[in-house]
């Protein structure tokens, strides 16, 4: 079977229907905006920005969000009429395998496996951490780890990742309702947070608003693996800030972004999907970003970005230390924990929806996609991504991979962007309830600008994006391909094909 052979779309939508393996349809246009910011909105809002001002785009920094903002909006736009024109779970996965074929497919759905599981697993470690901190604040002291013999156990993730591992199993509607409760506190503290800060802001500290580019500081390997694919490639010395520090910038912080392809992978459990995809999906990306610049406008206020970088690890606690107000740095540890606690239990559910599209498919375990007959969920693939989650928090430096998370998202978002591209050339038929407008010019920029933006990740991020990519095409024919349904059903059609053949010859 050909490498690039693609799935119909309608054979997406009945594999959908099958008795036993599907998803129920409960979530409304606020279940779907909410979804977005609790994805979006979580500790990074308090700690990514201020790394970006303090060592790449200086007060800048806002610009670096608008920019990586854009990049999220004209791929959210792809995600969208895919969505639409295709309201089965899988997100990019599917929408890759209906336009450029099953290997390509594959490796999207590896991609968003590494996404969604490295992300679920970097921020359950995080939640680990500022659980610890609060109890610190209320004046209890624990250790975030424990000691088993010669293994270190991180507690606090393995507590939340089974918290919303249950509540996923429970049902997708439950679950929502909780994290819509979380999602609001945390807007409240966000909003609390960008008033009180507006206080401090003095207007020198925004000058200049692009600081000049200067060469960063640092020599060796360990610098050379540190620094963008990018300047690797050109020769380029390594340099902080000007406006190749705000690409960087932005690049960084569109870790603040991962999250909004998830809300695609919900497309078969929303009701009225052709209306309400496109609704939730860009009202939750419109308040995220209105939240964020608000942040990073007070951040950047009320303290130099100087002040910033002289700290090993700033963060928006940091500058409400620096003007003396160590009440706000409390509330921020609170609505850090708060904000993560939401961004855990959607990155599970969309890692287990993404497996369950490619175990329908046989490029994974057809066994694996049956779901409850009771609460219509995927019982077992929730479990299983659940514990593996829960064991690569709770036991591994999985943090050090942070970066993985932007680089798996960006892949996923250009081949998504180029596919709309080749889904309208293959099936002008289709009539999606949302289309990305000025025909390909939009797919197009959003594709070379996630591009642009993969090529200032770093060069030990692109090494182990590489490795990953490796040991998935190993599996992919090791397995996938031998078991895929469409390719069992191209086989069956040959050996009628043969067989008719055979009985020509026979009368003849």
Same mark, same amino acid.
């Given at each position: 079977?050909?490498?690039?052979?693609?799935?119909?779309?309608?054979?997406?939508?009945?594999?959908?229907?099958?008795?036993?393996?599907?998803?129920?349809?409960?979530?409304?246009?606020?279940?779907?905006?909410?979804?977005?910011?609790?994805?979006?909105?979580?500790?990074?809002?308090?700690?990514?920005? %201020?790394?970006?001002?303090?060592?790449?785009?200086?007060?800048?920094?806002?610009?670096?969000?608008?920019?990586?903002?854009?990049?999220? %909006?004209?791929?959210?736009?792809?995600?969208?009429?895919?969505?639409?024109?295709?309201?089965?779970?899988?997100?990019?996965?599917?929408?890759?395998?209906?336009?450029?074929?099953?290997?390509?497919?594959?490796?999207?759905?590896?991609?968003?496996?590494?996404?969604?599981? =490295?992300?679920?697993?970097?921020?359950?470690?995080?939640?680990?951490?500022?659980?610890?901190?609060?109890?610190?604040?209320?004046?209890?002291?624990?250790?975030?780890?424990?000691? #088993?013999?010669?293994?270190?156990?991180?507690?606090?993730?393995?507590?939340?990742? %089974?918290?919303?591992?249950?509540?996923?199993?429970?049902?997708?509607?439950?679950?929502?309702?909780?994290?819509?409760?979380?999602?609001?506190?945390?807007?409240?503290?966000?909003?609390?947070?960008?008033?009180?800060?507006?206080?401090?802001?003095?207007?020198?500290?925004?000058?200049?608003?692009?600081?000049? +580019?200067?060469?960063?500081?640092?020599?060796?390997?360990?610098?050379?693996?540190?620094?963008?694919?990018?300047?690797?490639?050109?020769?380029?010395?390594? /340099?902080?800030?000007?406006?190749?520090?705000?690409?960087?910038?932005?690049?960084?912080?569109?870790?603040?972004?991962?999250?909004?392809?998830?809300?695609?992978?919900? +497309?078969?459990?929303?009701?009225?999907?052709?209306?309400?995809?496109?609704?939730?999906?860009?009202?939750?990306?419109?308040?995220?970003?209105?939240?964020?610049?608000?942040?990073? #406008?007070?951040? $950047?206020?009320?303290?130099?970005?100087?002040? #910033?970088?002289?700290?090993?690890?700033?963060?928006?606690? $940091?500058?409400?230390?620096?003007?003396?107000?160590?009440?706000?740095?409390?509330?921020?540890?609170?609505?850090?924990?708060?904000?993560?606690?939401?961004?855990?239990?959607?990155?599970?559910?969309?890692?287990?929806?993404?497996?369950? %599209?490619?175990?329908?498919?046989?490029?994974?375990?057809?066994?694996?996609?049956? =779901?409850?007959?009771?609460?219509?969920?995927?019982?077992?693939?929730?479990?299983?991504?659940?514990?593996?989650?829960?064991? +690569?928090?709770?036991? $591994?430096?999985?943090?050090?991979?942070?970066?993985?998370?932007?680089?798996?998202?960006?892949?996923?978002?250009?081949?998504?962007?180029?596919?709309?591209?080749?889904?309208?050339?293959?099936?002008?038929?289709?009539?999606? /309830?949302?289309?990305?407008?000025?025909?390909?010019?939009?797919?197009? +920029?959003?594709?070379?600008?996630?591009?642009?933006?993969?090529?200032? *990740?770093?060069?030990?991020?692109?090494?182990?994006?590489? *490795?990953?990519?490796?040991?998935?095409?190993?599996?992919?024919?090791?397995?996938?391909?031998?078991?895929?349904?469409?390719?069992?059903?191209?086989?069956?059609?040959?050996?009628?094909?043969?067989?008719?053949?055979?009985?020509?010859?026979?009368?003849?």
């Amino acid at each position: 079977m050909s490498l690039f052979r693609t799935k119909p779309v309608e054979s997406f939508l009945a594999d959908a229907a099958e008795p036993g393996r599907q998803l129920k349809r409960s979530l409304n246009t606020w279940d779907l905006m909410i979804m977005g910011v609790a994805v979006a909105v979580g500790a990074g809002i308090f700690s990514v920005g %201020a790394r970006a001002a303090a060592n790449f785009s200086g007060p800048a920094v806002t610009l670096s969000f608008v920019i990586a903002a854009l990049t999220c %909006a004209m791929a959210i736009m792809c995600y969208a009429e895919f969505a639409t024109a295709i309201p089965v779970a899988g997100s990019a996965y599917v929408f890759s395998y209906a336009t450029m074929g099953e290997f390509i497919a594959w490796i999207i759905g590896w991609n968003l496996i590494l996404e969604l599981f =490295t992300a679920a697993a970097v921020i359950a470690k995080y939640w680990g951490i500022y659980l610890t901190e609060v109890f610190q604040l209320m004046g209890v002291h624990l250790s975030p780890t424990i000691e #088993l013999g010669i293994v270190t156990m991180s507690w606090g993730p393995l507590l939340i990742v %089974a918290l919303f591992t249950i509540l996923l199993v429970m049902g997708t509607k439950l679950s929502a309702t909780v994290s819509n409760v979380f999602t609001v506190i945390k807007i409240a503290v966000v909003l609390f947070v960008i008033v009180v800060g507006f206080f401090y802001v003095k207007a020198e500290n925004y000058a200049p608003f692009i600081p000049e +580019a200067v060469p960063a500081t640092g020599t060796g390997t360990t610098e050379v693996l540190k620094q963008s694919l990018f300047a690797f490639a050109t020769g380029a010395a390594p /340099a902080q800030y000007g406006m190749m520090g705000v690409f960087a910038g932005a690049a960084l912080v569109f870790f603040a972004f991962v999250g909004f392809d998830v809300v695609a992978t919900s +497309a078969e459990e929303v009701k009225n999907p052709s209306k309400t995809l496109p609704r939730g999906i860009f009202a939750g990306l419109a308040l995220t970003t209105l939240l964020y610049i608000g942040v990073s #406008l007070a951040l $950047t206020g009320m303290v130099s970005y100087k002040d #910033l970088a002289a700290v090993d690890t700033p963060n928006l606690a $940091t500058a409400f230390s620096l003007v003396g107000n160590e009440g706000a740095a409390s509330v921020i540890a609170v609505g850090s924990l708060i904000g993560l606690t939401t961004v855990v239990m959607v990155l599970l559910m969309g890692l287990s929806r993404v497996v369950l %599209a490619m175990s329908r498919d046989g490029l994974l375990p057809y066994k694996l996609s049956k =779901t409850s007959a009771m609460r219509s969920t995927p019982v077992r693939i929730q479990v299983i991504c659940g514990t593996l989650v829960a064991l +690569a928090a709770g036991f $591994t430096r999985v943090d050090v991979l942070e970066e993985m998370i932007n680089i798996g998202t960006l892949s996923a978002f250009v081949m998504v962007s180029l596919g709309i591209i080749v889904l309208r050339r293959k099936r002008p038929d289709l009539k999606p /309830a949302f289309r990305v407008p000025f025909g390909p010019v939009i797919p197009i +920029a959003s594709a070379l600008l996630c591009t642009y933006l993969m090529l200032n *990740l770093a060069v030990e991020t692109w090494i182990y994006f590489v *490795l990953w990519l490796i040991v998935g095409v190993v599996i992919y024919f090791a397995y996938g391909r031998k078991h895929s349904r469409l390719n069992e059903k191209f086989a069956k059609q040959m050996a009628i094909i043969d067989g008719n053949e055979n009985e020509l010859v026979d009368s003849k």
